[in-house]
T-cell receptor
């Protein structure tokens, strides 16, 4: 089945620094990638949708200057948390799909646990 | 408010019991998917249902898509501790896909 690789799986950083998370589709082309944030024992909260070669579409309340998303190729999207603060600590998950395939499901990465100290 | 209402939010049962999780919406979806997520991992796709009234079975799991493609259910027969996890439904409309709030299932041995 389709595989999405997310890296790193966990990261600890100091307040004020920036962190980049990568999401790669390994055996299919991802026209669209999604980035989510998940708080403990809660569902996924969609942060943004990125289409390859286009600017990401951010959900209401998500700061685009803080959460920079790049989707420059059909196999890679990155999320950069800029000037991270402790409140940004969370589990971040990406998913990917090929919109050219009818009813293509989402394939998820294994998530990145970010801890900001 | 959630586009997809999932119920119950929490469910704790004994091994061997049956359970049903519901996913309801006022919107029509082109497809609906169910995922299971274990702690510290990404969600894993269980099934995709596309046709109204469709029923799919995956071992002890039975998924049904409502005739009007607005709702879905997941039924687990003879639950096992290995079924423990967060179950998420997700509905697709055009280029948009939204998740329900999830059902956290705990199956006690």
């Amino acid at each position: 089945g389709a595989v999405v690789s997310q890296h790193p799986s966990w990261v600890i950083c100091k307040s004020g620094t920036s962190v980049k998370i990568e999401c790669r589709s390994l055996d299919f082309q991802a026209t669209t990638m999604f980035w989510y944030r998940q708080f403990p024992k809660q569902s996924l909260m969609l942060m943004a949708t990125s289409n390859e070669g286009s600017k990401a579409t951010y959900e209401q309340g998500v700061e685009k200057d803080k959460f920079l998303i790049n989707h420059a190729s059909l196999t890679l999207s990155t999320l950069t948390v800029t000037s991270a603060h402790p409140e940004d600590s969370s589990f971040y998950i990406c998913s990917a799909t090929d919109r050219r395939t009818y009813n293509s499901p989402l394939h998820f990465g294994n998530g990145t646990r970010l801890t900001v100290t | 408010t959630q586009l997809l209402e999932q119920s119950p939010q929490f469910l704790s049962i004994q091994e061997g019991e049956n359970l049903t999780v519901y996913c309801n919406s006022s919107s029509v979806f082109s497809s609906l998917q169910w995922y299971r997520q274990e702690p510290g991992e990404g969600p894993v796709l269980l099934v995709t249902v596309v046709t109204g009234g469709e029923v799919k079975k995956l071992k002890r799991l039975t998924f049904q898509f409502g005739d009007a493609r607005k709702d879905s259910s997941l039924h687990i027969t003879a639950a096992q501790p290995g079924d423990t996890g967060l179950y998420l439904c997700a509905g697709a409309r055009g280029n948009d896909m939204r998740f329900g709030a999830g059902t956290r299932l705990t199956v006690k041995p």
